[in-house]
C-alpha cells in the first residue's frame, strides 16, 4: 500500500529526522508508528544518521504491531526486524540476528541494560508507549537512564504523556533531556511547580500544581514534544479505524492449527452450506479470542493472548474511556474478569438499560461493554467517548455499522478512533475484509472458508 501522510504525520516526519529528541505525543491509532518508521527508513538509508534502532513496547505490540505496520506499507518493506523476546537464548539470538530494528518488549528492558552493560549498541531508540516510563522510581527506567549517555536520538510516543497528573511528565522528559527542562531531580521538579496536597505529618501523599505551573511546563518543553489534541487533525476523516494485529504465543498457534485443521478437515468444500458455515467460523473466532465452548456449552479457555492485547490497549488509552463491543457471552465473562485483576480503579459497566447509557454520557463509566446486537439502534452513546475496541467482530456488516454509530454520529465532538483487535492469519482477518468490502458478507464467509479447508486439505 502507498503510503500518503497526513499534514500533521508530515510534521512529525521532518521533527522526528530533525530533532535528535523528540516526545510525539498523538493519540492512539493516528499513525505514530507510521511516522516513526518512515523517519527511521530515512534517517538509516538516506541520511546515514542512525545504525541500530531499538523500540521499546508493550509485549503485545512487541510482538506484532511494528512488524506488521511496516510490511503493510510499500516504502518501508526495506527494513529489516529482529524481535527480541521469549528466553534469555532467544533474546540473545535475536541480539546478533542482522537488522535494522530491534523491538522488545519493556519487561525487558533492564536486562538488556544488563545485557550490554558498557557497550550499549543502540544509537537510536524509540519507547512506544512512553507514560509506562512515568514513575522516577521504577527499575527500568533508571536502567534506560545508565544508558541514556550512549543514545545519540530518542523518541517517546504516547498519547497520554501525564495520565494521573504533572508529576508524570518529569521521568519522561529526562529520558529526553536528561534534566535540562524540568529539573535535574524530581525533587527539585515537585519543589518548583507544585505544593503538597495530600498528607500526613510525615508524608506527603499528592502534590497539586501551583498557579501558572501547568502552562510553565508545558512552555518549557514545547519544543521538544509535539502534542496534538483530536481537534487539531482537522484533515482526518471523523472516524478512523486502527488494526490492532495480535501474535498468538508458540503454544496457542499450535492449539489453533491443530482445532482448525480438525474442523475443517471433517468438511467438504463442495458441500458446505450456508448453516454449516456459520457454525464453523464460529468456532474459529471463538478460537482467536481464546476460549471455545465445549459440547456442553462450558468455555474452555485455550489462552491469554488477545485479552493480553486487550488490557495493553485499555493501558495506551490512559484513562479514556472505550465503548467495547464483544462476540461470544465467554469474551465479556473473560473480559470483565481480566479488566478486575488489572485495575480495580476503572469503572466497568454492561450496557443493559437507559441508565447505563446515561451514565456513560454523563463520564462515570471507564468501559462500557456491549454486543453490537443490542446496541446497534437506537441508543445515543456519542457524548462518553470517541473510542471504540471491538474485542471481537461478528459477519453482520449492519450490526457492525450500527454498532459504531452510537459514537461516530450527530452530536460526537470528537474524532472517533475505532479499534478492532485480529489474530494475524486467522479468521479474525476474514471477518475484517468482509466488512471493509461491504460486499454480501454470506458471499465472503463461504469464500473464506472455502480457502480455509482447501487449505487444510492441502
Same mark, same amino acid.
Given at each position: 500500500m502507498k503510503f500518503t501522510p497526513h499534514a500533521y504525520q508530515r510534521y512529525c516526519i521532518n521533527?522526528?529526522?530533525? *530533532?535528535?529528541?523528540?516526545?510525539?505525543?498523538?493519540?492512539?491509532?493516528?499513525?505514530?508508528?507510521? !511516522?516513526?518508521?518512515?523517519?527511521?527508513l530515512d534517517l538509516k538509508y538516506n541520511?546515514?544518521?542512525?545504525?541500530?534502532?531499538?523500540?521499546?513496547?508493550?509485549? %503485545?505490540?512487541?510482538?506484532?504491531?511494528?512488524q506488521k505496520e511496516a510490511k503493510k506499507w510499500d516504502h518501508l518493506h526495506?527494513? @529489516?526486524? !529482529?524481535?527480541?523476546?521469549?528466553?534469555?537464548?532467544?533474546r540473545i539470538r535475536a541480539l546478533n540476528t542482522a537488522a535494522d530494528i530491534y523491538?522488545?518488549?519493556?519487561?525487558?528492558?533492564?536486562?538488556?541494560? #544488563?545485557?550490554? &552493560?558498557?557497550?550499549?549498541?543502540? #544509537?537510536?531508540?524509540?519507547? #512506544?508507549?512512553?507514560?509506562?516510563?512515568?514513575?522516577?522510581? +521504577? &527499575?527500568?527506567?533508571k536502567a534506560l537512564t545508565h544508558v541514556r549517555p550512549h543514545i545519540k536520538r530518542i523518541v517517546e510516543l504516547t498519547g497520554t504523556p501525564a495520565p494521573n497528573g504533572l508529576t508524570d511528565l518529569w521521568a519522561q522528559v529526562f529520558l529526553l533531556d536528561q534534566g535540562e527542562r524540568l529539573e535535574k531531580r524530581i525533587g527539585q521538579y515537585r519543589e518548583k511547580y507544585f505544593a503538597p496536597d495530600q498528607r500526613n505529618r510525615e508524608r506527603v501523599f499528592s502534590y497539586a500544581p501551583k498557579p501558572g505551573a501547568e502552562e510553565?511546563? @508545558?512552555?518549557?518543553?514545547?519544543?521538544?514534544?509535539? !502534542?496534538?489534541?483530536?481537534? #487539531?487533525?482537522l484533515e482526518l476523516p471523523d472516524l478512523t479505524t486502527n488494526v490492532v494485529p495480535v501474535?498468538? *504465543?508458540?503454544? +496457542?498457534?499450535? +492449539?489453533?492449527?491443530?482445532?482448525?485443521r480438525e474442523m475443517l478437515l471433517e468438511v467438504d468444500d463442495a458441500t458446505i452450506d450456508a448453516g454449516s458455515a456459520a457454525v464453523l467460523t464460529n468456532k474459529l473466532l471463538q478460537l482467536c479470542?481464546?476460549?471455545?465452548y465445549d459440547e456442553h456449552r462450558q468455555a474452555v479457555e485455550i489462552h491469554t493472548c488477545k485479552i493480553e492485547a486487550f488490557l495493553e490497549l485499555v493501558e495506551g488509552l490512559n484513562g479514556k474511556p472505550a465503548l467495547v463491543f464483544y462476540n461470544f457471552q465467554h469474551d465479556l465473562i473473560r473480559i470483565e474478569a481480566a479488566l478486575k485483576s488489572k485495575d480495580s480503579k476503572l469503572r466497568v459497566r454492561r450496557l443493559k438499560t437507559a441508565e447505563d447509557e446515561d451514565a456513560w454520557n454523563r463520564g462515570e463509566i471507564d468501559i462500557l461493554l456491549a454486543h453490537p446486537a443490542s446496541a446497534a439502534y437506537g441508543l445515543n452513546l456519542q457524548d462518553g467517548g470517541n473510542h471504540i475496541i471491538w474485542f471481537s467482530l461478528n459477519w453482520s456488516l449492519?450490526?457492525?455499522? $450500527?454498532?459504531?454509530?452510537?459514537?461516530? @454520529? $450527530?452530536?460526537? %465532538?470528537? %474524532?472517533?478512533?475505532?479499534?478492532?483487535?485480529?489474530?494475524?492469519g486467522s479468521a479474525d482477518e476474514d471477518v475484517a475484509a468482509a466488512l471493509e468490502d461491504k460486499s454480501s458478507t454470506q458471499d465472503r464467509l463461504m469464500e473464506a472458508l472455502k480457502a480455509r479447508i482447501q487449505k487444510a486439505h492441502g
Open positions: 521533527r522526528l529526522l530533525t *530533532d535528535e529528541a523528540l516526545g510525539l505525543f498523538l493519540d492512539m491509532g493516528l499513525g505514530k508508528t507510521v !511516522s516513526t518508521l518512515s523517519a527511521v541520511r546515514f544518521a542512525v545504525n541500530k534502532v531499538l523500540v521499546i513496547a508493550p509485549k %503485545k505490540v512487541s510482538e506484532a504491531t511494528w526495506l527494513l @529489516r526486524f !529482529s524481535t527480541v523476546l521469549g528466553s534469555a537464548a532467544k523491538v522488545i518488549n519493556r519487561e525487558n528492558v533492564v536486562w538488556l541494560v #544488563d545485557y550490554y &552493560k558498557n557497550a550499549w549498541p543502540f #544509537d537510536m531508540v524509540v519507547i #512506544d508507549e512512553s507514560s509506562s516510563f512515568k514513575s522516577h522510581q +521504577a &527499575k527500568r527506567f510553565a511546563i @508545558r512552555e518549557k518543553i514545547a519544543d521538544i514534544c509535539v !502534542s496534538m489534541k483530536a481537534e #487539531d487533525y501474535a498468538l *504465543d508458540d503454544k +496457542a498457534e499450535k +492449539a489453533y492449527q491443530k482445532l482448525e479470542n481464546g476460549a471455545v449492519e450490526l457492525y455499522q $450500527q454498532a459504531v454509530k452510537r459514537l461516530h @454520529r $450527530q452530536g460526537q %465532538k470528537q %474524532k472517533v478512533i475505532n479499534h478492532i483487535l485480529s489474530v494475524l
